[in-house]
């Protein structure tokens, strides 16, 4: 599985998830039985472990396949609005705390989503290719043939 499919397949695994805290939020505003998301607390409780899940996923994929669009300190700022409104809404069982963590968690998988697209569809139109198995690879001992002499990260080196 390349890379570009691993990002796809968190990014889908996390887009579920938000899904999944969606509709836990819409349960808990019809008004439900169900023990878990009856109570606001049960509800933050539920929205947290899932943010947290879909989280890890989407930062698993930016550690992996990098980023195109530098907004992390937007999605700093949101997870950081999003944890606190978390705190808050276990200790006084607010709505409100619920709501803002529900758009917080929803805003974050928006963000990381679209950054992962942006950057997979840059990479896919830049004409970046990963190296070929036979190429140099300094330190490793593998390539570095007569066609490689002289190079270093695709740069020729004046030199020798």
């Not at 950081?80 to 974050?108: E, M």
């Amino acid at each position: 599985m390349g890379l570009t499919a691993k990002v796809l397949t968190m990014d889908a695994i996390a887009t579920v998830l938000t899904g999944v805290i969606v509709g836990v939020y819409a349960g808990f505003l019809r008004g439900t039985s169900l023990w878990l998301i009856s109570s606001a607390r049960g509800t933050i409780a539920t929205v947290l472990v899932l943010g947290i899940g879909a989280w890890v996923l989407h930062l698993l994929a930016r550690t992996q396949f990098g980023s195109a669009v530098d907004l992390g300190w937007v999605a700093i700022m949101l997870s950081q609005v999003a944890l606190i409104a978390a705190v808050i809404g276990l200790i006084t069982g607010s709505t409100v705390a619920l709501a803002a963590l529900v758009v917080g968690a929803a805003a974050l998988w928006l963000i990381a989503t679209a950054r992962h697209a942006i950057g997979i569809t840059k990479q896919m139109y830049s004409g970046h290719r990963p190296p070929p198995e036979d190429a140099a690879c300094p330190g490793t001992g593998r390539g570095g043939g007569a066609e490689n002499r002289g190079k270093r990260d695709g740069r020729v080196s004046l030199s020798r």
